[in-house]
């Protein structure tokens, strides 16, 4: 992992001091999916709201995690699945 | 058969019975689109569901309860097939080098409207267990990290990382799949 911004979060670091860019992009998912306690946040939506360099690449992180999660798992049964589920219930009736 | 016996039986059809796409979608996608195995899972997990019914209050989220009977059965077959863990494994798996290739090729993510579904739940279906594992929980079934945490029994950092990573590679896929669409160069 040799680009900056590859690293896994390693959330070592407690909040409230500002953060540089490094230190933002490695907690762009525990930011995203709201998992850094106040102070943590704060300090990396403080560090986006001046740092152009790395709105863009937590908004790109945002549409990729929305677009996935919009995906959802529900998916169509196929019609034997159900008759075999109302024979088993049938059967543990019994 | 008891007439509270069969009622009990239709109530818990009427009620429970509605989420079994539900089921099967979520079986999918954690035994990486295994149809059978997927098939086999409901199964189970109804049963349980239907064995356990008498403890379900009516009024509460069915679907939430079955879904969870689910993730649980799962997880539970999933450890016994891997009766000897294999951690080293899956660390091992490489960074892609285009991990962040994506981003580079395409910051606004027009990507996003264009790739097909179905390539993106291949990708997904496609990474190795215990990173595919994590994206079903959290990203398709919006769980926290510490409960991916207390069903995969692994710590919260290890959550963070298989996030990080699976989500990485499912960036190169998609990096990948752009370029043979030719939408990206
Ligand atoms: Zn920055």
Redesign the interface.
């Given at each position: 992992?040799s680009?900056s911004?590859?690293h896994?979060?390693?959330?070592s670091q407690s909040g409230g001091q500002e953060l540089n860019c490094e230190e933002s992009l490695a907690r762009v998912?525990?930011y995203l999916?709201g998992?850094l306690d106040t102070g943590e946040h704060d300090a990396v939506r403080l560090h986006l709201e001046k740092c152009r360099r790395c709105y863009?690449?937590f908004?790109?992180?945002r549409?990729?995690?929305d677009?996935?999660?919009e995906?959802?798992?529900?998916?169509?049964?196929?019609p034997g699945?159900?008759d075999?589920?109302?024979e088993?219930?049938?059967a543990?009736?019994? | 058969?008891s007439v509270p016996?069969?009622q009990?039986?239709r109530e818990?059809?009427s009620e429970a019975?509605v989420h079994?796409?539900?089921?099967?979608?979520?079986a999918?996608?954690l035994s990486g689109g295994d149809?059978p195995r997927a098939?086999d899972l409901?199964?189970e997990a109804?049963?349980k569901a239907?064995?356990a019914w008498d403890r379900f209050e009516v009024g509460t989220n069915c679907r939430a309860w079955l879904m969870t009977i689910l993730r649980n059965t799962f997880i539970n077959e999933f450890r016994r097939r891997k009766a000897r863990p294999t951690p080293v494994e899956f660390e091992q798996v490489a960074?892609r080098p285009s991990?962040?290739a994506l981003?580079e090729a395409?910051?606004?993510?027009r990507i996003?409207d264009h790739i097909i579904?179905d390539q993106?739940?291949a990708a997904?279906d496609g990474l190795p267990d215990e990173f595919r594992i994590a994206?079903?929980l959290?990203?398709?079934?919006?769980l926290?990290?510490q409960e991916v945490a207390e069903l995969m029994e692994i710590p919260v950092?290890t959550v963070?990382?298989r996030?990080?990573?699976a989500?990485?590679r499912?960036?190169a896929q998609l990096y990948d799949y752009a370029v043979e669409m030719g939408y990206l160069r």
């Open positions: 992992m680009e911004g590859t896994p979060p390693d959330g998912y525990e999916d998992e863009p690449h908004d790109f992180e549409l990729f995690l677009y996935v999660h995906l959802g798992s529900e998916q169509e049964a196929r699945l159900k075999r589920v109302l088993m219930l049938e543990e009736t019994r | 058969m016996a069969e009990r039986r818990f059809e019975l079994l796409d539900a089921l099967y979608g979520l999918l996608r149809e098939e409901v199964q109804v049963l239907y064995r960074e991990s962040e981003y395409d910051p606004e993510g996003f579904d993106v739940i997904i994206v079903v959290s990203d398709l079934e919006g926290s990290y950092g963070k990382s996030l990080f990573r989500r990485k499912l960036q």
